[in-house]
T-cell receptor
């Protein structure tokens, strides 16, 4: 069965510093890969996704992620964090060519931004 | 478009009570799903539907029933609530057109407490 690992439960970053959130997946084949963000008390918003092609994908709010097949990783990055980025971030996978949208989520990483 | 709406936002139940969480979408999406979110567990799929009259189980279906009589609505029923069902519940929907994975849109969530 597929699984998603986000090894960091919490991360604290100073405002203006760079950010990298880690995500590793276990799957028989390369799945579709996603990052979602959840602000406090809100639903989930899609930040970016990888289906195929260029392994560096750009998303909303200045985020990017890099797919590394050899490491089964899909790490999320941002060069300069803003206080409004404080939220919980979820990596998710879906089987490629599944025909419908069954997502498996990681357990999430809570990002705290210090002044 | 209202997107995905969920009612109620908050609910407190006593053990053994029944209730229905409502989910509706106005995007004519074929796919709808229910997730529960528990601290440190990420989101786990409860049930999903790929169209009216078609439902299937996800990762954690026990204690929950669903039906899909219309494209717009996908209610989640708890027949006999248990404290283990205390959670935040999210409904999501997506199109199935185009044959590729389509973005899932999430509702704002229902916070359920079972005493």
């Amino acid at each position: 069965a597929q699984s998603v690992t986000q090894p960091d439960i919490h991360i604290t970053v100073s405002e203006g510093a760079s950010l990298e959130l880690r995500c590793n997946y276990s799957y028989g084949a390369t799945p579709y890969l996603f990052w979602y963000v959840q602000s406090p008390g809100q639903g989930l918003q899609l930040l970016l996704k990888y289906f195929s092609g260029d392994t560096l994908v750009q998303g909303i709010k200045g985020f990017e992620a890099e797919f590394k097949r050899s490491q089964s990783s899909f790490n999320l990055r941002k060069p300069s964090v803003h206080w409004s980025d404080a939220a919980e971030y979820f990596c998710a996978v879906a089987p490629m060519n599944s025909g419908y949208s069954t997502l498996t989520f990681g357990k999430g990483t809570m990002l705290l931004v210090s002044p | 478009n209202a997107g995905v709406t969920q009612t109620p936002k908050f609910q407190v139940l006593k053990t053994g009570q029944s209730m229905t969480l409502q989910c509706a979408q106005d995007m004519n999406h074929e796919y709808m799903s229910w997730y529960r979110q528990d601290p440190g567990m990420g989101l786990r799929l409860i049930h999903y539907s790929v169209g009216a009259g078609i439902t299937d189980q996800g990762e954690v279906p026990n204690g929950y029933n669903v039906s899909r009589s219309t494209t717009e609505d996908f209610p989640l029923r708890l027949l006999s609530a248990a404290p283990s069902q205390t959670s935040v519940y999210f409904c999501a929907s997506s199109s199935l057109s185009g044959g590729a994975f389509n973005e899932q849109f999430f509702g704002p969530g229902t916070r359920l407490t079972v005493l």
